[in-house]
């Protein structure tokens, strides 16, 4: 095989990915739409460890069981050693983007059997997610885009083009199926793949998805030190953060960043969940700009309350309300 091909880049890839964070696993998994990006992985991983292809059929369009179905057959021709097509049903909650990755994530989980799993997003996708990040002021955690290696979930195309995976499913001789959805200008990650990117691309003289994935690198960097800075000044306040109420003389000299930080440490400790940039920042404030304001809500993991930081005299405390 040619050095320079594209499924020798994408293997190659994929051996690094082991050596640095999986040379301890023996089987794996690889969540396969039948795209492009997904089809081109689970025939190179195939090639380095035993493969089984998990195949999550959304029914959002007709005949999509055809398509999980030719996704199934295409994985075992590849060399995958199982394949399993996973039926869901897709809600509401977040809009169809967040609610089909939602069902998506939830059954891949539920299927994986202990094994880590594939998943094909390339660096075009980690600098749509920048993208996404900045112009949502969602925060340096958001801007930090994707871990390559998130246990369970392994990303080992991150530092790929997507236009590597297209060459090496024609050099394989596979057809994928192309997703009608990736075309359709309604969701917003389309239109920064259509138009933001390439518009950014002419107008910056190239090279912008690159560096986007380097900033996202830089950031997640930065955010994991930080995030060890917070997570050590919890444990100091408390049992690893698990803690009724947050004493503000112990956090207000804290640094913003790492203040920022043990307040969404203990929040999630608490019992919240998918913390957004304003909320973690309206709690901050009742630590630094107090003026008696009342409490900040915040989502709970419980569907059947509402979740309040408040401030009481020194202290920072959670309360719960029935909906």
Aim: charged residues 25%.
């Amino acid at each position: 095989m040619d050095r320079q091909s594209a499924v020798a880049q994408l293997r190659g890839a994929v051996v690094r990915y082991v050596r640095d964070f999986a040379a301890h696993e023996r089987r794996w998994c690889v969540g396969l739409s039948g795209g492009p990006d997904s089809l081109a992985l689970a025939a190179v991983a195939a090639t380095v460890m035993p493969t089984t292809a998990l195949i999550v059929d959304h029914r959002l369009q007709p005949g999509s069981d055809a398509v999980a179905s030719t996704a199934r057959e295409q994985a075992i021709a590849v060399g995958c050693v199982g394949a399993e097509v996973l039926h869901v049903d897709v809600g509401t909650a977040g809009g169809p983007e967040a609610a089909a990755r939602s069902a998506r994530y939830r059954a891949l989980g539920d299927a994986r059997a202990g094994a880590q799993v594939l998943l094909a997003h390339t660096l075009d996708d980690q600098a749509e997610t920048v993208l996404l990040g900045l112009g949502r002021g969602s925060g340096a955690r958001s801007i930090a885009g994707m871990r390559p290696y998130d246990p369970p979930w392994c990303r080992p195309l991150l530092g790929v083009r997507r236009d590597l995976t297209r060459r090496a499913c024609i050099e394989l001789g596979l057809t994928p199926w192309q997703d009608p959805h990736n075309a359709d200008p309604r969701f917003t990650r389309v239109r920064l793949r259509t138009e933001v990117l390439p518009l950014l691309e002419q107008v910056l003289g190239g090279g912008v998805a690159e560096a986007l994935a380097r900033t996202a690198t830089a950031l997640r960097e930065d955010n994991d030190t930080l995030d060890a800075m917070a997570s050590d000044a919890l444990a100091e306040l408390g049992a690893d953060g698990v803690l009724d109420v947050l004493p503000i003389a112990a956090v207000s000299p804290l640094p913003a960043a790492v203040r920022r930080r043990v307040v969404r440490g203990w929040l999630l400790a608490g019992g919240a969940v998918g913390l957004n940039e304003v909320q973690i920042r309206a709690v901050d404030d009742l630590i630094i700009a107090w003026r008696g304001q009342g409490g900040v809500a915040v989502p709970s993991e419980r569907p059947h309350e509402r979740l309040f930081a408040g401030r009481s005299n020194e202290l920072l405390t959670l309360y719960r309300e029935p909906v």
